[in-house]
């Protein structure tokens, strides 16, 4: 089967245009990004194999959440913002998650820009507001195949940047670690101790709560 190629410059799919390719690294690939022009006047790159699901530079999606938003009455709901920050994080360059999500392919799926659809697979699905949705297949899309709603502690352990300790002669991961049974805290201590004060990881895990010491610091 012949290797595809990219579409010429003023090819269109959707509101999209393509104004020029360029190359990008992807991990340890690289890949070829189209620059497109959107029919609103805005620029987005999209990569090549992505091209052929993706219609606009995110202001369509926006249209039809914001017609979705007076039928569905429930913009302000913990289920809505789930909605929009996987959106956003798969869509939106400016948003610091982009390069974990749509700057390494992760998209929405096509179903999924209507809130209604969304809405409909999350409660099937077994949704409630102390869940958050995660994907099965870390490197996969954002679909109803390969989603699930899990407690905040598997998300954090099934993450593919969950942060990894090294402490009592042993290596795993800080959600590992706060389950130990030797561990004093919480998890969002233990989190705190490492990552906002610097403790070494020993101490961190050993000092019970409330027995903070500032001069307990990873050594340099």
Same mark, same amino acid.
């Given at each position: $089967?012949?290797?595809? #190629?990219?579409?010429?410059?003023?090819?269109?799919?959707? @509101? =999209?245009?393509?104004?020029?390719?360029?190359?990008?690294?992807?991990?340890? %690939? *690289?890949?070829?990004? =189209? *620059?497109?022009?959107?029919?609103?006047?805005?620029? @987005?790159?999209?990569?090549?194999?992505?091209?052929?699901?993706?219609?606009?530079?995110?202001?369509?999606?926006?249209?039809?959440?914001?017609?979705?938003?007076?039928?569905?009455?429930?913009?302000?709901? @913990? /289920?809505?913002?789930? !909605? #929009?920050? $996987?959106? %956003?994080?798969?869509? +939106?360059? +400016?948003?610091?998650?982009?390069?974990?999500?749509?700057?390494?392919?992760?998209? *929405?799926?096509?179903? &999924?820009?209507?809130?209604?659809?969304?809405?409909? &697979?999350?409660?099937?699905?077994?949704?409630?507001?102390?869940?958050?949705?995660?994907?099965?297949?870390?490197?996969?899309?954002?679909?109803?195949?390969?989603?699930? &709603?899990? #407690?905040?502690?598997?998300?954090?352990?099934?993450?593919?940047?969950? @942060?990894? /300790?090294?402490?009592?002669?042993?290596?795993?991961?800080?959600?590992? &670690?706060?389950?130990?049974?030797?561990?004093?805290?919480?998890?969002?201590?233990?989190?705190?101790?490492? +990552?906002?004060?610097?403790?070494?990881?020993?101490?961190?895990?050993?000092?019970?709560?409330?027995? !903070?010491?500032?001069?307990?610091?990873?050594?340099?």
């Amino acid at each position: $089967m012949p290797k595809k #190629t990219p579409p010429p410059v003023g090819s269109r799919h959707g @509101r =999209l245009v393509v104004e020029g390719t360029e190359r990008r690294p992807r991990g340890k %690939q *690289v890949s070829t990004y =189209l *620059v497109c022009r959107c029919d609103c006047g805005e620029f @987005r790159s999209v990569e090549f194999r992505h091209w052929e699901r993706i219609q606009s530079c995110g202001c369509l999606q926006k249209e039809r959440a914001s017609e979705t938003h007076g039928k569905h009455g429930r913009a302000t709901t @913990r /289920l809505y913002k789930v !909605w #929009t920050g $996987m959106k %956003q994080r798969c869509n +939106n360059p +400016n948003r610091k998650e982009y390069p974990n999500y749509g700057g390494r392919g992760i998209f *929405v799926c096509a179903e &999924w820009d209507d809130f209604s659809e969304f809405a409909r &697979w999350a409660e099937e699905s077994g949704y409630s507001d102390e869940l958050d949705i995660d994907r099965i297949d870390n490197d996969g899309p954002y679909s109803p195949g390969n989603c699930r &709603w899990v #407690t905040r502690k598997e998300n954090l352990r099934h993450n593919r940047r969950s @942060r990894q /300790l090294t402490a009592l002669g042993e290596t795993k991961s800080l959600i590992a &670690w706060s389950e130990d049974p030797r561990c004093e805290v919480s998890y969002d201590a233990l989190s705190s101790r490492i +990552n906002a004060h610097g403790w070494d990881p020993e101490d961190a895990i050993l000092t019970p709560k409330g027995r !903070w010491n500032p001069k307990r610091k990873a050594s340099s």
